[in-house]
């Protein structure tokens, strides 16, 4: 796939019994957190932390949905023969042409040589383009989350055409290309309580549907672990390639072994409460983990594991304790 899809990448156990009343006092903090040394657990106070509002994807929607009228663009030139004007969701792979004094062309937010740069494509680089022109400028943004823009003079239709729901999912760098391991559109609620930055979640609203929600895969990867451990219950991680692993516990159930090649979405198992630490509580425990010592996994579920904070939807999480974000909506979508 040549180059096509290439895009920049900018883009916390449970005190739930504070909530729900549920299990007995200190029992809430994982037994391999109380181990550590200084990880008293120090209470996640429910609503006291400021609720950073992680959805941050709204509000990048509103470029492709303007598509007043997708200005057809004049494809009749001479490259490729495709003509895709007047077919609203036809979307075609350009190729970047030289400029003479420069090989490098800027993507911008908006169609505005002005607004923020947040890629730039080289001379004989391919990228997506669709249908609509605005002010000079091609949108390219066919994943509908990040705007790009780039000037349509640079780009040279190179005939392959296709709907915009057939194009190849872009590809982007991790940990930012990781998405919730839910449902698409589902909303959950992200608290990082005393363990940041591991996150421990439930679905919204009021956790209704918590338990036994389909557990997805959050990015491409191969399983490397898949057991039931005495403290933690049902765990699933996740080998996502270049020293990045996702580790999920307390589930009801695994539908993966160890050795599954796994796509982004691929299902893995389901929402629980096993093991004593999910104090009985339906929650998913998240980890993101970065193999620091290198030997081929990442230690979990403990105050200095090899886990950092989590990225979904090109948004960071997990950055401190007692942080929550509420209705955080799954992009995890065919
Ligand atoms: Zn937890």
New binding site residues.
């Given amino acids: 796939m040549n180059g096509v899809g290439r895009r920049a990448g900018w883009r ?3 005190l739930w019994l504070l909530l729900v009343g549920c299990g007995a006092g200190e029992g809430a903090a ?1 037994p391999w957190m109380l181990s550590s040394p200084g990880s008293s657990d120090d209470g996640g106070t429910p609503g006291g932390g400021a609720s950073t509002d992680g959805v941050a994807d709204a509000s990048d929607d509103a470029v492709l949905e303007t598509g007043d009228g997708p200005v057809s663009d004049d494809d009749g030139d001479d490259s490729g023969g495709t003509d895709d004007g007047g077919v609203s969701d036809q979307w075609c792979v350009y190729m970047v042409t030289s400029a003479g004094d420069s090989d490098r062309l800027d993507v911008h937010t908006q169609p505005d040589a002005t607004t923020m740069v947040v890629d730039t494509l080289e001379t004989g680089e391919s990228v997506w383009g669709g249908p609509t022109v605005v002010d000079g400028f091609r949108d390219l943004d066919h994943d509908m989350d990040l705007p790009r823009w780039a000037e349509a003079a640079r780009l040279q239709n190179t005939g392959e055409c296709v709907s915009i729901d057939d194009i190849p999912p872009a590809e982007v760098a991790l940990p930012q290309g990781f998405q919730l391991p839910f449902d698409c559109g589902q909303p959950w609620r992200l608290d990082t ?1 005393g ?1 940041a930055p ?3 979640m439930v679905r919204e609203p009021d956790q209704v549907g918590t338990n036994g929600a389909t557990l997805r895969a959050p990015a491409a990867g191969v399983v490397n672990q898949s057991y039931y451990h005495d403290n933690a219950g049902n765990m699933v991680q996740i080998d996502h390639g270049d020293g990045w692993f996702t580790t999920f ?2 589930m009801q159930s695994r539908s993966v072994e160890v050795g599954d090649v796994l796509a982004q979405g691929d299902p893995i198992g389901a929402v629980g409460a096993t093991g004593p ?1 999910s104090n009985g509580h339906p ?1 998913l ?2 980890e993101l983990g970065m193999d620091a010592d290198g030997d081929g996994q990442t230690t979990w579920g403990f105050e200095g594991a090899e886990r950092v904070n989590p990225w979904f939807d090109g948004v960071e999480y997990g950055q401190s304790n007692a942080e929550t974000w509420r209705d955080v909506v799954s992009n995890n979508c065919p």
Avoid: P, Q, S, Y
């Fill in positions: 916390g156990c449970v994982e309580w363990h591991a996150l421990d516990i307390h630490t929650h425990h998240f």
